[in-house]
């Protein structure tokens, strides 16, 4: 191995990268879970001195609950498998930017960092509608990494919106014949 490729491989911010993707990759397997159940595919992972410690996809149609976000079943879980409330050496990993619950949420849980793949302009609580994350009147700030996959996040979910509307559209056009 040169001695290019060595200082590329211990470069801080080229690991940071790698695990980074390396765990949004485990988010988008959430995501699918979500997918495989027609929800829409967010997918969570909770990272803590490199074990995943908990684990999230969207369950809100399955399970009727308007609190089945990706981001809080992954901190239910965690919180559970840490035996504390408190999540701060922790990284969040989220397939989708969070809304203002999980933002709220993340704060509350005093999780020090999260990853986000893709942006969502129309809901999004990390930076695009506001940046609940970031309030220096909070207690707590969370720092914040954006654009991690962000094309396999973003195209999961043009994919499945694309699907949903297909099949609205065939149910409306069996139902008026």
Not at 43 to 62: A, E, F, S
Not at 97 to 125: D, F, H, L, T, Y
Not at 139 to 151: A, R, S
Request: proline share 3%; aromatic share 4%; glycine share 6%.
């Amino acid at each position: 191995m040169g001695r290019a490729q060595q200082e590329r491989n211990t470069d801080p911010a080229e690991i940071r990268k790698k695990t980074d993707e390396k765990y949004m990759r485990q988010a988008l397997r959430q995501a699918k879970k979500a997918y495989d159940l027609e929800e829409t595919p967010i997918g969570c992972v909770i990272v803590r001195d490199g074990k995943v410690i908990g684990r999230g996809y969207n369950r809100r149609n399955t399970d009727k609950d308007p609190l089945a976000h990706a981001e809080i079943t992954a901190i239910k879980k965690a919180s559970r498998k840490t035996g504390d409330w408190r999540l701060e050496e922790c990284t969040l990993y989220v397939t989708l930017e969070p809304c203002q619950m999980c933002a709220g949420a993340i704060v509350q849980a005093r999780i020090a960092r999260v990853v986000v793949g893709c942006m969502n302009p129309k809901a999004g609580c990390a930076g695009s509608i506001l940046n609940l994350l970031d309030m220096k009147e909070f207690n707590h700030q969370v720092q914040l990494e954006t654009g991690v996959l962000e094309e396999e996040c973003s195209m999961l979910m043009k994919t499945f919106f694309k699907e949903l509307r297909m099949k609205q559209k065939m149910r409306k056009k069996s139902l008026a014949e």
